[in-house]
């Protein structure tokens, strides 16, 4: 374990995010990060349980408990704190073949099932993971992998957490692998979607050129409409799509120019800060309302707000979450309260107040000459009008996008994920992986689909 006690001694620290007001004016990360001896400290605070809650990610009460990826946790923990850290990393890479991402972006569902936040604070298990992933890139200690790839050709088609995944242990297992793409640049929604201040681009470039350096081959601006095309030349074809059908919203004026889908928005803002393309839509001196009360909304808003927005606005449907864990939601379950996310932040210390509004059903666009001017909706039973040059509809997805599920005669269920048996689609030697599979959900969820969706196509192979 840690240190004897360790959980006694050392309280739980992390390292402080840049104050709002600084870090609204650019797109580095928010976050610090804690020198590697108070990050040792950290880790000496594990307890090495007897039943790590930690380290089994099961759902509760529809909610993820610990971690999916089944991450030897303790372990990588001890080996932290005892400054054995090329073996902390090996532990860790043992079942994580992304820890730069999801020590960055996991909500980390196994600090809330870790024991120590019974009756104080949980271990600081998602920045140890970071720390241990950046020690790995830092030393030169990730091994790239070779082989001849002789076990055959297999295609992977989608770039996001699940493909990347995938690819990475289908190389592990002897295959040769070929990536499509259809964006410019690989990474799913981690690239066009989180935005650079929660997971600056270079982190996913820098493993794509590890990859590259183990053979992975990536075709990029590659759209496959048709998995048939695919069959001759590849033994399987893993289709790691993403979930990117978004979910509309058919009111009075949803046509106007001004409104738009969240993580088109997300894209251009991002294409804009790594490129320098001119975004399309640009919350530059506009009022911006947002669709959506929940973490995309929130990436919307710290977008709008680097952008220059005049004010920004959260609309949000349900009821505000209370402040504090309900009896109905005890420890190991993921907290269900009320969360103040860095856009929410930020909002607050430049505009003065938090963009959320609650109980807001959005009834109509209004337009002025074509464009958006402002966003009914009725809040708490009121009629309220909100200012609005530009309108962000972040209400999730509802499912793998319909034309590409059709083209390919693809089954799906009533919520639009793909229908498989284990990962195996109706059609045969085609599997699927994360977002298409499971629906609209995590990193590390899609992490773990796509090794498992790997393992299962090594299984199929002769
Ligand atoms: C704005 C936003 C913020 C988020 N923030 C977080 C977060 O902080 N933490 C977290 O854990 N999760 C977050 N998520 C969720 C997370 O990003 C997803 O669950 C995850 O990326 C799903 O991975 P995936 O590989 O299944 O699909 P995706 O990441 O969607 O990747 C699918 C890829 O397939 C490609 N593709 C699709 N069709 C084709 C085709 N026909 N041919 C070729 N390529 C194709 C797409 O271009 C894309 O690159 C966020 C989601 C959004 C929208
Ligand atoms: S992948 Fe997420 S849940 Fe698993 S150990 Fe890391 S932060 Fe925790
Ligand atoms: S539950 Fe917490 S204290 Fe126990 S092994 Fe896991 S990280 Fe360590």
């Not at 992977?156 to 957490?161: A, C, D, K, R, W």
């Not at 998995?227 to 033994?235: H, K, R, T, Y």
């Given at each position: 374990m840690g240190r004897l006690n360790g959980c006694l001694i050392y309280d739980r620290r992390e390292a402080d995010d840049r104050a709002a007001t600084d870090r609204a004016r650019d797109w580095r990360d928010i976050h610090g990060s804690l020198t590697l001896d108070e990050q040792r400290e950290q880790a000496a605070r594990c307890m090495d349980c007897g039943v790590p809650f930690c380290h089994g990610g099961r759902a509760l009460n529809g909610m993820a408990s610990g971690c999916p990826l089944g991450n030897l946790i303790p372990e990588f923990n001890d080996l932290l704190y005892r400054r054995l850290d090329r073996a902390a990393l090996g532990r860790l890479s043992l079942t994580n073949p992304l820890p730069e991402m999801t020590g960055r972006v996991c909500p980390a569902p196994c600090e809330a099932a870790c024991l120590c936040g019974l009756n104080q604070e949980s271990v600081t298990i998602r920045a140890n993971e970071r720390c241990l992933a950046e020690m790995g890139f830092g030393n030169g200690w990730l091994k790239r992998i070779e082989n001849n790839g002789r076990r055959g050709n297999i295609a992977?088609?989608?770039?996001?957490?699940a493909g990347l995944a995938c690819?990475?242990?289908?190389?592990?297992?002897?295959?040769?692998?070929?990536?499509f793409e259809r964006d410019d640049r690989p990474g799913g929604l981690m690239m066009y979607g989180i935005p650079n201040m929660k997971l600056e681009k270079d982190v996913i470039e820098r493993r794509t050129a590890w990859m590259e350096g183990s053979g992975v081959r990536f075709m990029l601006n590659t759209e496959v409409t048709d998995?048939?095309?695919?069959?001759?030349?590849?033994?399987a074809v893993a289709l790691c799509c993403g979930a990117r059908e978004p979910r509309g919203l058919s009111v009075e004026g949803s046509g106007l120019d001004g409104v738009a889908f969240a993580v088109e928005y997300l894209k251009q803002a991002t294409k804009a800060v790594i490129s320098g393309v001119a975004p399309r839509l640009d919350a530059s001196g506009k009022d911006v309302v947002i669709l959506g009360g929940g973490d995309t909304g929130n990436d919307c808003a710290a977008t709008a707000i680097r952008q220059g927005c005049r004010s920004v606005t959260q609309l949000e449907i349900l009821k505000e979450p209370p402040r504090s864990r309900e009896q109905s939601n005890p420890w190991p379950e993921w907290p269900r309260v009320l969360k103040v996310d860095y856009g929410h932040e930020e909002?607050?210390?430049?505009?003065?107040?938090d963009p959320r509004v609650y109980e807001a059903a959005t009834e109509a666009f209004i337009g002025d000459g074509g464009k958006v001017s402002a966003v009914r909706a009725r809040v708490r039973g009121e009629a309220r009008e909100f200012p609005a040059g530009?309108?962000?509809?972040?209400m999730g997805f509802v499912g793998a996008e319909r034309g590409l599920v059709r083209a390919m005669g693809?089954?799906?269920?009533?919520?639009?994920?793909?229908?498989?048996?284990?990962?195996?689609?109706n059609l045969r030697n085609v599997f699927v992986a994360g977002d298409m599979r499971r629906g609209q959900s995590l990193v590390v969820?899609?992490?773990?689909?796509?090794?498992?969706a790997a393992e299962a196509i090594g299984l199929s192979q002769p």
């Open positions: 992977v088609v989608g770039s996001g957490p690819v990475i242990r289908l190389r592990q297992l002897g295959f040769s692998v070929t990536v998995v048939d095309a695919l069959s001759g030349e590849f033994g909002a607050i210390a430049l505009q003065g107040c530009l309108a962000l509809l972040a693809l089954e799906t269920d009533e919520r639009g994920r793909l229908r498989t048996r284990g990962y195996e689609s969820w899609a992490i773990r689909e796509g090794v498992e």
